[in-house]
């Protein structure tokens, strides 16, 4: 497509703040079109690349307005070092339902059993999954 409709299709998809539309939509369309696929599934698979991406931005907005001092996640934790660990407790946590709950998490431990790795992973889990709550009620684990 070319022309004065091209320039008006990206001026809309600008202003109604669709930018993996206006990327990807030429691709698509000649995908979708080399498949066979009509343009109401060639849609649905537009749409569904402009939510996945969108939850992609939203993560990583709520991960830089956290302001971590590292990015560590669980799936980076070696919970073979430090077999004292709950793991079950610590995949347990990084669900979140405690944020929901509105509990605390402590970790008590000496220097160097991953209490900070943990407390990043967690926080990168909630991130992920929108959590928002304030903490009000403690839940400890212990590493020594």
Same mark, same amino acid.
């Given at each position: 497509?070319?022309?004065?409709?091209? +320039?008006?299709?990206?001026?809309?998809?600008?202003?109604?703040?669709?930018?993996?539309?206006?990327?990807?939509?030429?691709?698509?369309?000649?995908?979708?079109?080399?498949?066979? !696929?009509?343009? *109401?599934?060639?849609?649905?698979?537009?749409?569904?690349?402009?939510? $996945?991406?969108?939850?992609?931005?939203? +993560?990583?907005?709520? $991960?830089? *307005?956290?302001?971590?001092?590292?990015?560590?996640?669980?799936?980076?934790?070696?919970? %073979?070092? +430090?077999?004292? !660990?709950?793991?079950?407790?610590? !995949?347990?946590?990084?669900?979140?339902?405690? +944020?929901?709950?509105?509990?605390?998490?402590?970790?008590?431990?000496?220097?160097?059993?991953?209490?900070?790795? *943990?407390?990043?992973?967690?926080?990168?889990?909630?991130?992920? %999954?929108?959590?928002?709550?304030?903490?009000?009620?403690?839940?400890?684990?212990?590493?020594?």
């Amino acid at each position: 497509m070319t022309g004065a409709p091209q +320039i008006l299709l990206a001026h809309h998809l600008k202003t109604l703040k669709l930018p993996t539309f206006l990327r990807e939509h030429e691709k698509l369309a000649r995908q979708c079109a080399a498949e066979g !696929l009509d343009h *109401v599934q060639f849609l649905a698979r537009l749409v569904e690349l402009e939510l $996945i991406d969108r939850e992609g931005r939203m +993560i990583e907005r709520r $991960i830089k *307005v956290a302001k971590f001092p590292a990015k560590k996640s669980l799936d980076s934790f070696d919970f %073979k070092a +430090i077999p004292k !660990l709950n793991k079950m407790q610590v !995949l347990d946590l990084a669900r979140c339902e405690w +944020i929901e709950r509105r509990e605390n998490v402590i970790a008590l431990g000496p220097s160097g059993t991953g209490k900070t790795h *943990v407390a990043l992973g967690l926080g990168l889990a909630a991130c992920q %999954k929108e959590c928002r709550s304030a903490s009000l009620r403690p839940r400890h684990w212990s590493t020594s």
